[in-house]
Structure formats: C-alpha cells, structure tokens
C-alpha cells in the first residue's frame, strides 16, 4: 500500500525540518526546491539549508532565550541543531557552524531516507486537496508570492518590515520614566521618556551620525511617508522628531508638573508587560549602533533589547488572523505554513516552526491530533505570539526572547536568576508535554 505523501515547498531549515519530523515518524514526504533551476537574490548554494546571512545559529547557552530554544529542539530530535552540533567550529557560547558541512549534513541525511523525494523545480501552484507545507522563506519567489495572495488575500501578504525596538520591561528604569497617555485620555498606557533640549539635541546628532545598515540590491525599499526611518526623519530637520514620533505635547511628567522638551514613547508588547516598543523608531542603524544611541534615552541607559529595529525584504503572513495553532489555515486544514513566513525571525526560530509543522501533519496522518507546547516553553510562547489575537493589531516578526514566556513578576529575582528559573520551568514543561503527547 502506497503512502500518503506530505508536500513541502522550499528545501530551507523550516522545510528540512518539517520533512525530518515526518521522516523519522515513518511518513513519506515530497520536498520541492528551486534551486538550482532558480535562485533568489541572496542565495549562492545549491545545497538545501543554505545559511545566507550568517554562520552563527546565535547562542547555545542556556541563560539565553535562543539557547533554550535549541535545547528544546534537540529534545524533539532536531536536524538542524543536530546538524549544527555535528558541524560545529569554534565561536565562544555560539552555535556557529562551517556553511557548506552544515547545509550538505543535512541534504544527506534527508536523502539516505527511503520515503524521501526530493524534485528540484519551482513550485508556482499550491496543491489544497491533500496536505502541504508552505515553508518558502522571507525571499519567496514573485510568482509563489503571488500564488500565495491568492490563496490568502493579499491584504494579509507583507513584503516589507518597518520594526521597531522592543525593550525589556525589567530593564527600564522606572525612576526615570513615567506613565501617561496623552492630554491625559484614556487610560496612562503608555511609559514616556522626558528628555531636555540638551538632550534632544545631542540624540538627533548621533542619529545622523551612526553607522547604517547598507541594503543588498534586492533590498532597496522606497520608503513610506507614514513609516520613515527614524534617522530619515531627523534628518528634515532641527525639530523633524520633536514634532513626529517625539511629539511632547500632551504628556505632563506628573514628577515635574512640567512638559519636556520632546518624549520617547514605549507601548507595552504582550499583555504580561514584559516587553515594551519604542513607538515609531523603524531603523536602519547597526545593531551595536541602536544599543549605544537608544540607551542615551533616559530611563534606558541599561536597556536590553529583546528585538533590534530594522526595514528589510521579508515576506511573511499575517498569521494571527490566518493560521490555527497547528499551523493549518483556518480556511483549508490541508494547508501548513512553516518557517520565518509565518512571522518568526532568525534561522533556529524559522526551524522551530517547521518542527511543529512537520509534527503537527505526522499526527493527522496518524489520525491523532497534537496538543500544542506550554506556553510556558520556547517553543510554545514562539507559536502562541504568531498565532495568538492578542497579536493581530500590532503583528511583526519577532525572534525568541525571555519576555515572550516571561511569567514572573516578583521585582527582587535578579535577571540572571529570573532566567534560571524561566529556563527550568520550560524544560520541564516539555519534558511533560513530550511524554504526554509522545512527539519524540
């Protein structure tokens, strides 16, 4: 009797690991990947799993929210930690890895599986009558993006990201900030920065002066009025940020009784208010460049950034209003999403996805249904913020981050020490989950 065979479109990590998942379940998969026949603009490799923008996999230390990421995908038998591990050299607390043993690790030990087919051509259609997995990446190609608005709208398609920075709450410094909303409306939901003119001016300097990030050629974005970069808009003028997004007006700083010169907002991120948004500071300055000017903003000079600002080429879908928590579409159950199109950011969260995709369609096969992790482990706080509502008005990318499973409020647990603590509850919360849901 001939298998029922998964379709997966796009041979990068989220679509390696969705076949793993499926392939050592015993279940038979159907791998399509366009290279060579067609490549995007950042790929060079014909090999699947090609890491274009870095060798680095980020931290495998566990006090690190991306390290216990890993952890966890290694309890789940991982391809791609597994590959990393194998293929590993020598980068501090680093999973860095050597680009063309890593991506070949991984091409072979998807082809030594008998159930495995692998066809090497653009995909243009989506099949919807049996199960597929979409896992095509941030450079999905002109004409599957199409396919894709389509099948979905394309209202709920994006091409470009204007991010923000996102903060952590505990390490703002409440004695120097203070809650308002403007002319006094509403609830106080907002933390405002006050800062003098002297320090005004010298922020809008260093603005100009830091270093950028340059864009690749299939990069260039013409950028919307409505969402410039912040250093764009410093530089129309003197006051350009005093009357835009640092717009002071309004805010009365109840420790002074006065008005500031001009005001940097934050609005909370999640409903935990663990993570706070720099609101309309979408930027292109280096990430080392964003730590040094941004902590020059009062309350913030120890500020530890959960997510860097950043406009870059990256399609994705709006996936809290599309996608189940099994990564089904709400509108065709036979049709998964899977990697960073979901609306994940960096190479293992992209993986990550693409293991509960590949989970989550083992199980239907299996006539079984799959619950979905704690959201008190990486992975599940990972799927609850792209699937959950809470995240619709305000949907972007987002990489790990401790504030996304960040359950704790007591103020004297020291950070290092809160994060032991996050770290420990996460694992056992998927020690649990893994042996009642039996996915490894």
């Not at 991982?78 to 690790?105: C, H, K, N, P, Y």
């Not at 952590?168 to 939901?189: L, Q």
């Not at 809470?390 to 103020?411: C, V, W, Y």
Request: aromatic content about 8%; hydrophobic content about 40%.
């Amino acid at each position: 009797m001939t298998k029922a065979s998964v379709t997966i479109i796009g041979g990068g990590l989220a679509g390696c690991e969705a076949a793993w998942q499926l392939l050592r379940r015993g279940h038979a998969v159907h791998l399509y990947e366009m290279k060579p026949q067609k490549f995007s603009p950042a790929h060079k490799m014909e090999n699947l799993a090609e890491l274009v923008c870095s060798n680095s996999l980020k931290s495998n230390s566990l006090d690190n929210a991306t390290g216990l990421l890993k952890e966890e995908m290694r309890r789940l038998h991982s391809l791609i930690i597994m590959a990393a591990d194998r293929t590993q050299v020598a980068a501090g607390s680093a999973l860095a890895v050597d680009r063309l043993q890593f991506a070949t690790e991984i091409e072979t030990q998807l082809k030594r599986e008998k159930n495995f087919t692998l066809d090497r051509v653009e995909v243009t259609k989506i099949p919807e009558d049996s199960l597929t997995i979409i896992a095509t990446g941030p450079l999905t190609s002109d004409a599957m993006a199409q396919e894709i608005a389509r099948m979905l709208d394309s209202a709920y398609l994006y091409f470009y990201d204007a991010i923000a920075p996102i903060i952590e709450a505990d390490s703002i410094d409440m004695d120097k900030v203070f809650w308002a909303s403007r002319y006094d409306k509403g609830t106080p939901d907002y933390l405002n920065c006050p800062l003098s003119r002297e320090e005004y001016e010298r922020f809008r300097q260093e603005l100009l002066l830091g270093e950028k990030v340059a864009a690749k050629p299939f990069e260039e974005v013409r950028h919307f009025e409505s969402c410039l970069p912040v250093e764009v808009l410093a530089s129309r003028g003197e006051n350009s940020l005093a009357f835009g997004p640092m717009k002071p007006v309004g805010l009365i700083n109840p420790k002074t009784g006065s008005m500031a010169y001009a005001v940097v907002q934050l609005r909370r991120e999640n409903t935990a208010g663990t993570l706070f948004n720099l609101v309309g500071f979408q930027t292109k300055l280096t990430w080392p460049e964003q730590r040094r000017i941004f902590r020059l903003i009062p309350g913030l000079q120890n500020a530890q950034f959960a997510r860097y600002g950043s406009i870059h080429r990256n399609t994705y879908i709006h996936s809290p209003s599309l996608l189940l928590p099994s990564l089904q579409l709400k509108t065709n159950e036979n049709v998964f999403f899977a990697g960073q199109i979901t609306g994940v950011e960096g190479y293992t969260e992209s993986a990550a996805m693409g293991i509960l995709a590949g989970l989550n369609a083992a199980f239907i096969l299996e006539g079984k249904k799959l619950q979905p992790p704690p959201v008190h482990t990486a992975l599940g706080a990972l799927l609850h913020y792209i699937v959950s509502p809470e995240s619709a008005d305000r949907f972007q990318p987002m990489n790990i981050n401790f504030g996304l499973l960040n359950t704790l409020h007591a103020k004297k647990i020291r950070k290092k020490e809160k994060n032991i603590i996050l770290v420990n509850q996460a694992l056992q919360a998927l020690n649990d989950w893994i042996a009642g849901q039996n996915p490894a």
